[in-house]
């Protein structure tokens, strides 16, 4: 989230995000615990606690030279001993072990994923067609147990790219850009250039109406936003 370029566009991702959580972060939280008999407790989305934050000036939310989530670690500083306090932010996969999960599931699907299958990919998934073996695997399960004929229209991205909304917003836009964030999102963060770049040169963006990015992911191909 440092990286985005004035407080202000900062603030309308998080807006934008907040609006999006329920086909995301929320929805997998409830089908992950729902079928198991559990019912999810997610602090961090009280009503009281959103509405207060949203209020706070953006300029609060965008600090140069701190650490992310600055205020809500100055805030537990009487709480949380310092080394849990200021260690820096992991992706939860990341943070799982010392074994760099994304590196063993790319190793695997190339040992599963042939390059003769490989090379029939276009063929085979003419819709969102996989860039590499790992997105080629996933696209495979996925179609098991799912018709991707009925849903292709329908399906939406997986995650909500903090670069999303404000990578592009001058005339200086480079067709490639790899984000140096942290965790896993850092690895994923990348963004394709639409033929359309000429209407994105604007500084007040509009993710559903004026933003058409190609973002490319390793587990889901890509999508336009």
Not at 14 to 43: A, F, K, M, N, W
Not at 119 to 132: A, H, M, S, Y
Not at 153 to 179: D, P
Request: charged fraction near 30%; proline fraction near 4%.
């Amino acid at each position: 989230m440092q990286r985005a370029p004035t407080a202000l566009l900062l603030h309308q991702e998080i807006l934008r995000r907040l609006r999006l959580l329920h086909q995301y972060d929320v929805l997998r939280c409830d089908r992950c615990t729902s079928p198991h008999g559990l019912e999810i407790r997610v602090p961090f989305l009280d009503k009281k606690f959103v509405s207060f934050v949203s209020r706070l000036p953006p300029s609060f939310k965008l600090i140069s030279g701190k650490i992310e989530k600055f205020i809500l670690r100055k805030s537990f500083k009487d709480l949380l001993p310092s080394e849990v306090l200021w260690r820096s932010k992991e992706g939860f996969s990341e943070a799982l072990g010392k074994m760099d999960i994304g590196e063993m599931l790319e190793k695997t699907a190339n040992l599963l994923i042939s390059d003769i299958k490989f090379g029939e990919r276009k063929k085979l998934f003419p819709f969102q067609t996989p860039e590499n073996k790992e997105e080629f695997w996933y696209r495979s399960l996925f179609e098991q147990k799912f018709e991707i004929n009925k849903l292709e229209k329908n399906l939406i991205h997986t995650k909500v790219y903090r670069t999303a909304a404000w990578q592009i917003q001058n005339n200086n836009l480079e067709e490639n850009f790899l984000s140096e964030s942290s965790g896993d999102e850092g690895k994923e963060n990348k963004l394709i250039i639409g033929k359309d770049i000429e209407n994105l040169k604007k500084n007040n963006l509009n993710v559903q109406n004026e933003l058409k990015v190609h973002i490319r992911r390793r587990s889901t191909g890509s999508i336009k936003l």
